[in-house]
Nanobody, 127 residues
Framework: QLQLVESGGGVVQPGGSLRLSCKGYGYPPLEYYSIAWFRHAPGKARVAVSCVSSTDRDTYYADSVRGRFTISRDDANNSVYLQMNSLEPDDTAVYYC???????????????????WGQGTQVTVSS
């Protein structure tokens, strides 16, 4: 059973940066899984922000974050990261990492395809 734990959230001013971490525990190891980041802002639906395939050859970015956010994985440390630069107030949300079944990947990460979820980490962008 895979367990995911996010960290790295916080309060940052507009234009600032944060790096979120998602660490996997259990078996199979995280390298078997595509990992996606979703976010849930108050009053809005939870949406996919970014995703990386288990092979690290494919990535997805939402239009709203492309060019500002970068997803990366470090399978030796069972971790996936989301580097967030040029943060805007609209980026304020709870950020979740999630995994589907092993070796699954889709060009668009539909929430219903993800079986394992972390507890979330709050990101607040405010002056």
């Amino acid at each position: 059973q895979l367990q995911l734990v996010e960290s790295g959230g916080g309060v940052v001013q507009p234009g600032g940066s944060l790096r979120l971490s998602c660490k996997g525990y259990g078996y199979p190891p995280l390298e078997y899984y595509s990992i996606a980041w979703f976010r849930h802002a108050p009053g809005k639906a939870r949406v996919a922000v970014s995703c990386v395939s288990s092979t690290d050859r494919d990535t997805y970015y939402a239009d709203s974050v492309r060019g500002r956010f970068t997803i990366s994985r470090d399978d030796a440390n069972n971790s996936v990261y989301l580097q967030m630069n040029s943060l805007e107030p609209d980026d304020t949300a709870v950020y979740y990492c999630a995994a589907p079944r092993p070796h699954w990947y889709s060009d668009y990460p539909w929430e219903g395809d993800f079986e394992y979820w972390g507890q979330g980490t709050q990101v607040t962008v405010s002056s």
